[in-house]
C-alpha cells in the first residue's frame, strides 16, 4: 500500500489507519471499514514520539548553551570586578606613594628653602660687613687725614 501511495517506506505509522482499513476490505470483506477506522483512538505515534523526545533534547541542549554562556557572562563580570578591584587598589598605592613622595618632595623642598634662607642671610651678613668695613675704612681715611 505504502509503494502504491509513491510515499517513503519511512511513513507507516502516518498511514496505519488506511491499511487497516484496506486490510478489512480485502481480508474480511467488511461492508464500512471507515466505521471501524473512526473507532480507533488516535494515540500518539511512534514517529511523532521520536520526534517530540528529539525535540525535548534540542531543547534542554539550548537550555544547557544558554546556562553556559550566563556562566561565562558572570565570569567575565567577576574578571571585571576584579580588574577593577586591582586597579583601585594600584591606584590607592599609588595616591600613597605620591602623598609620601610629595612628603618627600615637600620636605627636600623645605630642605633647599632653608638652605636658600640661610645662603640669603649670610650673603645680606656679608653685604653688611662689606659696608661696615667700607664705612670703618672711610673713617679711618678721615680720620687719618683729618
Known sequence: MIARSGKPHTIGEQIRLLVIEEVLQT?????????????????????????REREREREREREREREREREREREREREIETRSKRNRHKERERERESVRDGEKKTETMRNVEKRRETERQKEKEKKKDRKRKRKRSRKKKRNGKT
Open 27 to 51: 481480508v474480511v470483506h467488511h461492508a464500512s471499514p471507515r466505521a471501524v477506522t473512526k473507532s480507533i483512538p488516535d494515540f500518539p505515534r511512534v514517529g511523532r514520539k521520536r520526534e
